[in-house]
């Protein structure tokens, strides 16, 4: 069976431990997590959002799927992969240490790639980018062959396209602003 690569995300409650028991899901059955961030995304129901990437057969990605909907802070799990079109994004701070005409060619690739210099020395630049995995890798390639190269990932985030909400925050925005009425002369 052919290996398949999965991004899955997993509301959870976010309270301590629990990110500990996700991820020993993996780790007790020996699957590989490729990618893991994790982030509150509702404070007031204490609520986090996992985003997991992880390969496998298919039969393995419905196990982990199984696994994962088991525990009892897990308030939902949705494999985006499978469900339909989903926007994943990384976010990378790549540090280049190079001199000469390599570091005018660093910034030309940096420009090409929409990656922004955030830190600047007579030696070294430190870029930022962002974009789905390959960009990133295509990216920490070039600037390999500049010089070397320190880099620091995110991991990815991952959220289903459309209209639909798969894991819509329980809390709602009730509170509108209204216009104060002028004060009257009485």
Do not use: C, W
């Not at 490729?34 to 509702?42: K, P």
């Not at 799927?65 to 802070?73: D, E, F, I, W, Y």
């Not at 090409?112 to 960009?135: H, M, N, W």
């Amino acid at each position: 069976m052919p290996v398949e690569r999965h991004t899955i995300a997993v509301l959870v409650a976010n309270e301590p431990g629990v990110l500990a028991r996700v991820i020993g899901l993996f780790s007790g059955r020996g699957y590989n997590i490729e990618s893991l961030t994790v982030s509150e995304v509702d404070e007031a129901n204490a609520r986090s959002r996992i985003t997991i990437v992880t390969s496998g057969t298919p039969m393995v990605i419905e196990q982990i799927k199984a696994q994962l909907s088991r525990p009892v802070p897990v308030y939902d799990v949705h494999d985006l992969t499978m469900e339909g079109a989903h926007v994943s994004r990384e976010l990378a701070l790549v540090k280049i240490h190079n001199t000469g005409e390599d570091r005018i060619e660093a910034l030309r690739i940096a420009d090409t790639f929409r990656a922004r210099a955030i830190d600047s020395t007579l030696q070294s630049f430190v870029f930022e980018l962002t974009g789905d995995t390959g960009k990133i890798n295509a990216f920490i390639d070039l600037m390999v062959a500049l010089g070397d190269v320190e880099v620091s990932r995110t991991g990815v985030v991952a959220i289903a396209r459309g209209t639909g909400l798969d894991m819509p925050l329980v809390r709602r925005n009730v509170t509108k602003r209204k216009r104060r009425q002028p004060a009257t002369g009485d």
